[in-house]
């Protein structure tokens, strides 16, 4: 299967480089980083719905995406989605159920959970979902139904600059089970109303089948996301602040 997801203008566009970390960001240190990590989450929670601008983090609730192009070749699917204003809410409802870093292979490995988690987004598509076919411009809402697992590694290694070590981030793998969902289309089919409502509801009705096979895209999502945010955050919190060294 080959997946191609493109986000067209860039995810983050705020560039401040600010050394001075929020109070609340965690200090965990390189020793015992694995608690403090999970700690740090719960504690970054309130905070990410806002985005936290120092760490290069944007809103996640919502999170917009002006532009971005997901296309998908393989037997159950074969299509090319340009999506315009895409907007997905309910990222910062997370439970982290895991998260771990190893200094000596540099890798983080993280496990998260979501409930729900929706989108909307208008839509130029074209070609076909299970053999379905969604052709011309409209609108879409998708809602994923949990549980949503999902389960990350990040290699790396470390990069200086001018003296000063950061996390490089070399590889990033993506697990992700989603249980159902469900969609809306609207205006698809040069607004032709009926074609388009018997397809919403040909997919609705085979929405395990549907989400199952438009996972790989939603993985390839998730790892861009999580790559810009890595580079975002690791671009300007030197390895050092990030994870800095105990003081005897
Ligand atoms: C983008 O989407 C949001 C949320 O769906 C909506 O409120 C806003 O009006 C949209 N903006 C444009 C330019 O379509
Ligand atoms: C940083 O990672 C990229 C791959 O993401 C790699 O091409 C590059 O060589 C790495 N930089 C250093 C200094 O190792």
Do not use: W
Request: net charge negative.
């Amino acid at each position: 299967m080959i997946l191609f997801v493109t986000v067209i203008s860039v995810l983050f566009l705020k560039v401040t480089t600010a050394d001075d970390l929020p109070s609340y960001f965690p200090k965990c240190h390189i020793d015992d980083p694995d608690s403090c990590l999970l700690r740090g989450f719960q504690i970054l929670k309130p905070h990410v719905s806002n985005g936290i601008e120092e760490i290069g983090l944007p809103p996640l609730n919502p999170l917009r995406v002006p532009k971005l192009k997901v296309s998908q070749t393989g037997p159950l699917a074969r299509y090319q989605f340009l999506l315009e204003n895409f907007t997905i809410t309910g990222l910062d409802d997370y439970h982290i159920q895991e998260f771990r870093y190893n200094p000596h292979t540099m890798t983080f490995y993280g496990r998260i959970v979501y409930d729900t988690m929706s989108m909307t987004s208008n839509m130029d598509a074209l070609g076909q979902v299970i053999s379905v076919p969604i052709e011309g411009k409209g609108s879409v809402e998708v809602t994923l139904i949990g549980p949503i697992n999902g389960e990350f590694e990040i290699n790396g290694n470390l990069r200086n600059e001018n003296g000063v070590n950061y996390y490089n981030t070399t590889n990033i793998k993506v697990n992700l089970y989603i249980y159902d969902g469900s969609c809306r289309l609207d205006d698809f089919f040069n607004n032709n109303i009926y074609l388009t409502r018997m397809i919403t509801n040909i997919f609705n009705e085979n929405s395990k089948l549907v989400v199952d096979v438009l996972t790989p895209a939603f993985k390839e999502m998730a790892k861009y996301g999580i790559r810009n945010l890595m580079t975002e955050l690791t671009n300007r919190i030197p390895y050092n602040l990030l994870f800095p060294r105990r003081n005897y």
